[in-house]
């Protein structure tokens, strides 16, 4: 057993009903695992198949949001799925991490599965509802939405989906709400406030425009694209100047195909006109990798080719508009 009573006592005093300290509990657990393999309790491999553990740290990042936290969920929970059984959550907190990193065929693969196993679980049938509706299946979405009303009556999220089915809402429209009523109106009402811009980030990150794609890959003109990164953050190989180096954005081609093809073409322009160059006193630096933040604060990581040693400093950045809001 990796989590003790005492650890989930922890856990559940992080968190209620609504909301929580989940970047606290991410941490609690990342330390947990960490000295429970240094002092021999446990392996990483016997942390990483361990269904509840993988249950809460799923709990932390799904909560938390953001590309690299839902592909965080998404390659640790994978290592679980053989103890999952009849764990209705499993399946839930799984895919809905898949969903947000883009995958929604999967996601809704394992929804099903997840109703399948624990079929009065409801929130798969929650899931269920808005994915059978986007891949045609109105029959089914409406079937999913009253079972859940079933289990859960008058549930406001449930109350939602259905009057959102018959509306004939997009997949987007659909995960653009909280669970409770109260904070669903706040974000329904301020499209501005951080936690909606933080849910749009989310929810631009589910369905890939092909064309979008295509048309921003064009602007920047990458030498490589779709680069292995071990945080999932899109990576693309970009000439600039005298200078070849790593562009690496917090989230995956999805969002990147939505992304503002004028605040892009601003980028590619700053990145032709920087210097990407640092001389000290000794040595000489050059840029390895360019990592774009959401606010703006660019960073860049430099390194000496003779030495090998490296350094980060900041490079010029300008905030990336948010996706339109739903």
Known sequence: MILTPKDIQELESMTDSTSGYFCRMALYL???VRDG?????FTVEQAQEDRELALWKAYAWNNMGGYPNYYKSVQWMAHSEKNAGDCGAWYYRYAVALLYCGKPERSLAYHE???VAEPDYPWNWLQLGRLRAHFGDQAGAL???DRGLALVPMDHE???LRRELQEGRTLPEMEYHFISPENDQDLQEDSQDPEALQKRWNIAGILLDPEGLERNKAILRPTAWGLEDPEGFLRCGIRAGDSEFILRFPFGEAAFSHLDPKWLSSLGSRMERESFAVCTTHQTYYITQYLV???GR?????QNPETGTR??????GQPVPPPPAL
């Open 37 to 41: 393999v240094q002092a021999g309790r």
């Open 113 to 115: 599965k997840g109703a």
């Open 30 to 32: 990342e330390r947990l």
């Open 293 to 295: 933040d959401l606010e």
């Open 298 to 302: 660019a960073k860049g990581i430099f």
């Open 143 to 145: 079937a999913a939405a």
């Open 311 to 316: 350094y980060m400093n900041c490079v010029s």
């Open 158 to 160: 449930f109350v939602t």
